[in-house]
């Protein structure tokens, strides 16, 4: 038997179980679920638009460089035309290529494009987390909120027992004077 089988036929019985244990739990919350889900789609096909929008405002600096580029390579000088190889053509590739995307992430349109972007994939980040966390209430299980205030604990705790131990030991200093007055005494 796999160990994925082995899994589901080992937590089967807790997930049913603790569906059904908190069934009455999900009638309480009422389509709140559903609100949900519907709120996770609504964010992930703004997202979508988004990067279409990005992706419309990035693809224009390519077709410019792609445009100066062969226009350089149609009317080659005399000498330049018997000197070209490959680098110096990868070389004029990528001064022409990158003069175009930096005007291109500096123009108001782009950073308007990026941020709207950024907001709508921080917005479903925010939904996919609401959910996970109804999903998490519903069977029982830790959420993230858990795991992130149980590793603050943790962490003040080992601050503390860091503190603790400093505050317990000794000071050398402390030590080599009492030393002396043990080498005396040892002698006698």
Not at 54 to 76: G, H, M
Not at 83 to 104: N, Y
Not at 107 to 113: G, K
């Given at each position: 038997?796999?160990?994925?089988?082995?899994?589901?036929?080992?937590?089967?019985?807790?997930?049913?179980?603790?569906?059904?244990?908190?069934?009455?739990?999900?009638?309480?919350?009422?389509?709140?679920?559903?609100?949900?889900?519907?709120?996770?789609?609504?964010?992930?096909?703004?997202?979508?638009?988004?990067?279409?929008?990005?992706?419309?405002?990035?693809?224009?600096?390519?077709?410019?460089?792609?445009?100066?580029?062969?226009?350089?390579?149609?009317?080659?000088?005399?000498?330049?035309?018997?000197?070209?190889?490959?680098?110096?053509?990868?070389?004029?590739?990528?001064?022409?290529?990158?003069?175009?995307?930096?005007?291109?992430?500096?123009?108001?349109?782009?950073?308007?494009?990026?941020?709207?972007?950024?907001?709508?994939?921080?917005?479903?980040?925010?939904?996919?987390?609401?959910?996970?966390?109804?999903?998490?209430?519903?069977?029982?299980?830790?959420?993230?909120?858990?795991?992130?205030?149980?590793?603050?604990?943790?962490?003040?705790?080992?601050?503390?027992?860091?503190?603790?131990?400093?505050?317990?030991?000794?000071?050398?200093?402390?030590?080599?004077?009492?030393?002396?007055?043990?080498?005396?005494r040892d002698k006698s």
């Amino acid at each position: 038997m796999t160990f994925e089988r082995l899994w589901f036929n080992s937590m089967m019985p807790f997930f049913t179980t603790r569906a059904a244990d908190s069934s009455l739990f999900a009638v309480a919350q009422g389509d709140n679920l559903n609100r949900q889900v519907y709120a996770l789609m609504a964010a992930w096909v703004d997202v979508c638009q988004r990067t279409a929008a990005y992706y419309a405002i990035t693809s224009v600096p390519w077709s410019k460089a792609y445009e100066r580029y062969s226009a350089s390579l149609a009317d080659p000088k005399e000498e330049e035309a018997n000197d070209f190889d490959w680098r110096k053509g990868f070389k004029a590739w990528c001064a022409i290529a990158d003069e175009e995307l930096i005007s291109t992430m500096r123009s108001p349109d782009f950073l308007a494009v990026q941020r709207e972007l950024l907001r709508a994939v921080l917005d479903l980040h925010n939904r996919q987390q609401e959910k996970a966390d109804s999903v998490c209430r519903l069977f029982g299980v830790p959420t993230q909120h858990d795991f992130d205030e149980l590793a603050r604990q943790i962490t003040e705790l080992r601050r503390e027992v860091r503190a603790g131990c400093k505050a317990t030991q000794r000071d050398p200093v402390e030590d080599a004077e009492v030393a002396p007055d043990n080498q005396e005494r040892d002698k006698s």
